[in-house]
C-alpha cells in the first residue's frame, strides 16, 4: 500500500485524510497519469474502516478531476502533466504504476456537472458522529433488537422531534400526533387514505408532482392551481384539501405570504378542509430568521404538517415524518390503517444525535455551507450573465430560478447546457394544466448543494458558453 495513513486521533474525519493524501500525492508526482488506484475494498480491508468514508474521498477526487472511474477496470489517476515519479522503495507503488499492468484509458465523455435539486453536500455528512450515535444507541437498545418497533415510529423518537419542532418551526404538537415514515411517498400514500373523503386535493402547479399523484392513484381527483393565485382560487373549488410548499414554493423557491396563508386557513375552517404543508427545506434561509410554519398559525387543527431529514442530512437515509392534526391521529387507530416506521436503528441513533446537541450544530454548519454556495451562484450569474438572466426564489432552500432573456425554448436550453456536460432542468414533469407557469422567458432551475464552489463556477461559466447564441437571438 503506498504511504496512505489514517489518525485516530486527528480533528479530520477519514475521508478528508484519504482525500488529502490522494491528493497530494497526485500533485506532487508521486502517482503518475494512468495509475490504477486500490479499490474500495482493497482499502476498506487495510484500514479496517466501512467503505462510506473510502467511497466519499474517491467522489471527491473525481468530482476534482483527480481520477476517473472506468467501468469495469478501477480507478486511474489523471494527472496528465506529471511525467517523472518521486523516488521512494515503495514496491507497491512502482507495481502500481509498471507500463505492464496499465491499461489504456478510455476516451472521457465531457464532465457532468450537475445543478440537480435534490443533491445534498455528500462531503459534510457527519459522518464520525453519526457511526458514533449508531453504535451508542445499539448498545443502550441491545435487548429491543429482537423485538418489531411500534409501526408508528418509536416513541422516543417523536418525543424528541416534537420537541424539535416546537423550538425550530413553531409546530405545536404531541408525539401521539407524529408518524415516521420512510419518504414523501409513504406520507402521500398514508394521506391518500386518511383524506380519501376530500373528493378533490387541490396542488401548486408548477409543483412536486409525485405527491398529487399518489393521491390519483387512490382515485382523488386532483385541481392543479397557479401558484401565485393558490389562496386566492382555492375558494372557488369543490376541494377538501390542499397540498402547499409555502415556506419555500417547489420548483419557483416563493414564499408564501402571510395574507394568503390566512386567506387559506380561514378556507380549511370553513369547509372542515385540510392544508397539507410540506416543509422539505425550512431550515435553510440566508437573511433574517427562518419562515414559521403555516400549521405555527393553525387554531383548529387543520394543517398537516410534513418534514424530512433529507435535505439538512443525508436522503440515503431515508427518513421523514408526518404531524397529524389530532382528529385525524385518532383516525389513524381506529381505522388501523397500515403504517410501516423505519428501521428502528436509525430511529434510536436519530434521536441520540438531536438530544446530544450534534443536530443542531449540524444545521448550523450546513446553513453556513449552502448560505456560501448560494451566494458563490448568485455572483456567478450576475457575472457572466447580467442582464440576461433575472433569479428568483433566491434567499431560501437549495435551488433558486432562473429567467433566462431568450426566444429559445427551454427545453433548448436544456440541451444546449448538456451539450456542454452541464445538466439543468426546466418546468418539465412540473406543470399541469392551469397555465401555472406564465412566464414570458424560459425557467430554468439550479440546485446548488451537491455541488462544490468550483463546480458552481465552471457550471456558469459553461452555461454562458453554452446559450450564448441562444442569448443574441
Not at 394 to 412: E, F, P, W, Y
Amino acid at each position: 500500500m503506498f504511504h496512505l495513513h489514517l489518525q485516530e486521533d486527528s480533528q479530520a474525519p477519514f475521508y478528508l485524510q484519504l482525500y488529502a493524501q490522494l491528493q497530494d500525492q497526485i500533485r506532487e508526482g508521486k502517482l503518475l497519469y494512468g495509475s490504477r488506484l486500490p479499490s474500495v475494498r482493497a482499502l476498506q480491508t487495510h484500514f479496517n474502516i466501512s467503505k462510506t468514508p473510502i467511497e466519499t474521498a474517491y467522489q471527491m477526487l473525481i468530482a476534482e478531476g483527480y481520477i476517473v472511474s472506468r467501468p469495469r477496470s478501477g480507478l486511474f489517476v489523471m494527472n496528465e502533466l506529471q511525467q517523472s515519479i518521486a523516488s521512494g522503495d515503495d514496491t507497491a507503488t512502482r507495481e502500481l504504476i509498471s507500463p505492464d499492468n496499465m491499461p489504456p484509458l478510455p476516451i472521457q465523455p465531457k464532465p457532468i456537472i450537475d445543478f440537480r435539486a435534490s443533491r445534498v453536500d455528500a462531503a459534510a455528512f457527519p459522518l464520525r458522529l453519526w457511526r458514533r450515535s449508531l453504535q451508542e444507541s445499539l448498545e443502550s437498545h441491545a435487548l429491543d433488537l429482537g423485538a418489531y418497533g411500534d409501526p408508528q415510529g418509536e416513541y422516543s423518537f417523536r418525543a424528541t422531534i416534537a420537541d424539535y419542532l416546537q423550538r425550530s418551526r413553531g409546530v405545536h404538537c404531541a408525539p401521539e400526533q407524529i408518524v415516521i415514515g420512510s419518504g414523501i411517498r409513504y406520507a402521500a400514500s398514508l394521506l391518500a387514505r386518511l383524506l380519501g373523503d376530500a373528493g378533490t386535493l387541490a396542488c401548486e402547479d408548477p409543483g412536486f408532482a409525485p405527491f398529487p399523484d399518489y393521491f390519483r392513484k387512490w382515485g382523488l381527483n386532483v385541481l392543479p392551481l397557479p401558484a401565485r393565485h393558490i389562496a386566492a382560487r382555492i375558494g372557488n373549488t369543490d376541494a377538501g384539501a390542499v397540498y402547499l410548499t409555502p415556506s419555500h414554493q417547489f420548483p419557483t423557491g416563493s414564499i408564501l405570504s402571510y395574507g394568503d396563508r390566512e386567506r387559506l386557513l380561514q378556507w380549511a375552517y370553513s369547509r372542515n378542509a385540510y392544508i397539507i404543508e410540506d416543509d422539505y427545506d425550512g431550515e435553510f434561509r440566508y437573511s433574517g430568521k427562518p419562515i414559521p410554519s403555516l400549521q405555527s398559525l393553525d387554531r383548529a387543527g387543520r394543517v398537516i404538517y410534513i418534514g424530512t431529514f433529507s435535505k439538512a442530512f443525508s436522503p440515503a437515509l431515508r427518513l421523514n415524518y408526518l404531524v397529524l392534526p389530532e382528529q385525524l391521529a385518532s383516525r389513524l387507530k381506529t381505522e388501523r390503517l397500515p403504517l410501516d416506521a423505519p428501521s428502528r436503528i436509525d430511529q434510536w441513533a436519530m434521536a441520540r444525535f438531536i438530544e446530544q446537541g450534534h443536530w443542531f450544530r449540524h444545521i448550523r454548519r450546513m446553513r453556513s455551507l449552502y448560505g456560501k454556495k448560494h451566494d458563490r451562484l448568485l455572483e456567478r450569474i450576475r457575472e457572466y450573465f447580467g442582464e440576461h438572466a433575472a433569479v428568483t426564489g433566491q434567499g431560501a432552500g437549495l435551488h433558486i430560478q432562473v429567467s433566462v432573456k431568450t426566444n429559445r425554448s427551454a427545453a433548448d436550453l436544456v440541451k444546449l447546457a448538456a451539450d456542454q456536460g452541464v445538466a439543468v432542468y426546466d418546468l418539465e414533469g412540473m406543470l399541469a394544466d392551469s397555465g401555472g407557469s406564465g412566464a414570458a422567458d424560459p425557467v430554468i432551475y439550479l440546485g446548488f448543494a451537491g455541488l462544490t464552489e468550483k463546480q458552481i463556477d465552471d457550471g456558469v461559466r459553461l452555461l454562458r458558453r453554452a446559450w450564448e447564441t441562444a442569448l443574441q437571438e
